[in-house]
């Protein structure tokens, strides 16, 4: 009798511990979205602090190329701050990581003392096409130390690129094109030395008249992409950046006073997208073309050349966008020796071809986006006729 009593005790036990009921309260909450952590409070109202430092713009009057809506008006303190818009936490600790917000109208001053510094666990930050107009450049971006990708181009900030932007030693991206940024040799040098993780640079339109193209030289191996133009870079560039293993695209255009040589040796082999155009680069266009014949888009309008050249252009057999436009060339189009099947830009405007419509523009259509140098797009628009197109 006990026995029994002892085994019903047992299997009661047994039923107990192993009960769907009893077992649900202890399973861990990633199955049940609500018991996510809740957003810490503190970074919470950093969030809201930020958003009532700013006024919000009908950003389409300014950014027409904006898709996402002005986000932040939804955000509501009586929700979790990770279900707002553009705001993304971590699902373990629960710490806002991911703040894009890109595009959403923003307009102000973004002082030192701004709340946006307390979200120290930051690893992506998006602020571009807003309006910070006048806001200098905090040196406490330097205590995102966590930040992978960093994206304030398009955003109006101004002034010195501080040192402290080294400390982000974690950067994989960092984008701070079309700002009134300046950047120096000493800031420039130490972040290339401490960003040792970089993959894509974006300096285009940052003011560095007063760098030194060297200070480029020790660039990450890791990097795929580096987009210097238009930046008043002046001086010799480092012929090691066309070493980097992993670069894929490099755009120096419209630094007039940039010159540089190509290297005679170990070339990026995964280089596929070359912008020279208005460069004081001195270019050996059969050399270039014999050494990377895997580019998809080469732009070398307006350019300083060196020896004969159409004839190899037959070697780039994966080119599907090729500008050649304002280089005095003459003689007849090299039309047998590009591969037209692939192309889908061509700029020969202003040289002196003899069998090219006075347009001096050829263009298959429709062109691709992003397509055509800054030359050409002037042209376009001085004049509807300049636009032909490939003829076969
Ligand atoms: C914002 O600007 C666009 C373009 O000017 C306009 O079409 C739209 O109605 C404006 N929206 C508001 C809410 O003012
Ligand atoms: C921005 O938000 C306001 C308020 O919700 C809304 O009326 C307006 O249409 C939004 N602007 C744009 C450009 O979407
Ligand atoms: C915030 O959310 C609450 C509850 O959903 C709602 O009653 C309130 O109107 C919202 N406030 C704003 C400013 O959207
Ligand atoms: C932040 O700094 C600015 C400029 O120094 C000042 O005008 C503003 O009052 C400060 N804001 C707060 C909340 O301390
Ligand atoms: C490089 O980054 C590390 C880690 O963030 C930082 O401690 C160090 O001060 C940085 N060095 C320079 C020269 O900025
Ligand atoms: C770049 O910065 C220098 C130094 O402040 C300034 O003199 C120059 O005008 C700036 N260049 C441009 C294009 O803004
Ligand atoms: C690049 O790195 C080398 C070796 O570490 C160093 O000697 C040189 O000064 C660095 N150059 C620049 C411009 O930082
Ligand atoms: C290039 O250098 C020359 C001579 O130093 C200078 O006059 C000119 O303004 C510079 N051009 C650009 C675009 O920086
Ligand atoms: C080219 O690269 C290879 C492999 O990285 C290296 O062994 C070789 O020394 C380099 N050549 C020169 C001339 O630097
Ligand atoms: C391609 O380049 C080679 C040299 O590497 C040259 O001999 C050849 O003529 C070029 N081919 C064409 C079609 O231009
Ligand atoms: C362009 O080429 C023509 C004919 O070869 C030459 O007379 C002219 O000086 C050249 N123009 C420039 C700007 O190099
Ligand atoms: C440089 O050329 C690339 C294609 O190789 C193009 O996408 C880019 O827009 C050009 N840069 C400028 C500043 O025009």
Redesign the pocket.
């Known amino acids: 009798m006990t026995m029994v009593f002892l085994a019903w005790l047992g299997l009661l036990f047994f039923f107990l511990i192993t009960s769907p009921f009893n077992s649900s309260s202890a399973l861990p909450s990633s199955h049940f979205p609500s018991h996510l952590p809740l957003c810490h409070p503190h970074e919470s109202s950093a969030l809201l602090h930020f958003k009532n430092s700013l006024s919000i713009i009908n950003y389409t009057t300014y950014f027409s190329d904006c898709a996402n809506p002005n986000s932040t008006v939804y955000w509501n303190m009586s929700r979790d701050c990770c279900t707002w818009s553009g705001v993304t936490c971590d699902e373990v600790s629960g710490h806002v990581v991911r703040l894009d917000l890109g595009c959403s109208g923003l307009l102000g001053i973004i002082h030192s003392n701004n709340s946006l510094f307390l979200l120290t666990h930051l690893q992506t930050l998006i602020l571009s096409h807003n309006w910070f107009y006048d806001s200098k450049l905090s040196p406490e971006f330097g205590r995102f130390s966590s930040m992978i990708h960093l994206d304030l181009s398009y955003s109006g900030f101004t002034g010195q690129l501080p040192l402290e932007f080294s400390y982000l030693s974690s950067l994989v991206t960092l984008d701070l094109s079309y700002t ?1 940024l ?1 950047l120096e040799t000493s800031s420039l040098k130490r972040i290339v030395a401490n960003l040792t993780s970089l993959k894509e640079l974006r300096l285009s339109d940052v ?4 760098a030194s193209p060297n200070s480029f030289m020790n660039l990450s191996t890791s990097l795929t992409s580096l987009d210097l133009s238009e930046s ?1 870079l002046t001086g010799e560039f480092p012929e090691n950046i066309f070493h980097l293993p992993r670069l894929q695209k490099l755009d120096l255009s419209y630094n007039r006073n940039l010159s540089g040589s190509f290297p005679q040796y170990n070339w990026s082999s995964q280089l596929r997208n070359l912008n020279l155009s208005g460069t004081g680069f001195l270019i050996d266009l059969p050399y270039l073309t014999q050494t990377l014949k895997s580019l998809n888009t080469l732009f070398l309008g307006s350019c300083n050349f060196r020896g004969s050249y159409p004839a190899l252009l037959g070697n780039l057999t994966q080119i599907t966008s090729l500008d050649l436009s304002y280089n005095n060339f003459s003689g007849q189009i090299p039309w047998s020796f590009l591969n037209l099947e692939k192309l889908i830009h061509l700029g020969l405007a202003d040289n002196n071809f003899i069998d090219l419509e006075e347009d001096g523009v050829a263009e298959q259509a429709p062109a691709q986006e992003g397509g055509e140098g800054q030359i050409s797009k002037q042209r376009k628009t001085e004049s509807h006729g300049k636009f032909g197109r490939v003829s076969r």
Do not use: A, P
Request: no cysteine; charged share 30%.
């Open positions: 009134d300046r003011n560095m008249s007063f008043g």
